[in-house]
């Protein structure tokens, strides 16, 4: 049987009109804490830095931070779209509410950002830049390349998502979406793969609705 972890996502006014450290300050009092840090693949990577998320949604977008503390980091990809998940980065999927399809999005340490409308791993319609152009993202690290190890890095990276981006109504909200969260980092120093809800796969593989998560609105 597969784990399902459930999260609440509470609601916080006019989460879009704040800046880096007022959506920090207002998810750390407000919004519902999760763990990156199942380890699925302890074998061939057993390396796992520390990561932990808040989520929360104003009236029109859904808010996601991750704050990361571990051994290295890596932004070398500047353009988004690009292979961001080589670097250190943080990820989202969602299921689209009534399609059977979901979204990824995947935040590299220095806010480049690919996302996608999918139905596997490889049948996809990559975001435009206009649809790019309206999630919000804050993050620890310029917009420059970096890449360093031999000593502990923390930081952070969050996303505003408009509703709509991802098929859904904002006047008419679901009940409840399916989704995980991930930490990854495949041309790290420490190569890494965590999740927030379990994976049941001989190796990586994010691209698996069937083991998301339960993400409850209120």
Known sequence: MNTVKRIKIPYIEGLEQLSCSELDLALERTGSKFAVNENN???AFPYGPDCNGVIA???E???IAYHVRGLDIRG????DNGNTWEDSCCEFFVTHPFDGTYYN???NCIG???AAKRTSRTEKVMFTPDQLAQVTRFTTFPHQAVESSGKIFSWTAALLIPFRLIGIDPAALPVSLRGNFYKCGDKTAHPHYLSWNPIKTPKPDFHRPEFFGELLIH
């Not at 070398?76 to 353009?79: A, R």
């Open 76 to 79: 070398v990809e500047l353009e």
């Open 105 to 107: 999005f995947e935040l």
């Open 57 to 59: 949604r104003s009236k």
């Open 41 to 43: 693949w302890p074998a």
């Open 61 to 63: 977008h859904l808010a």
């Open 112 to 114: 480049t950002l690919l």
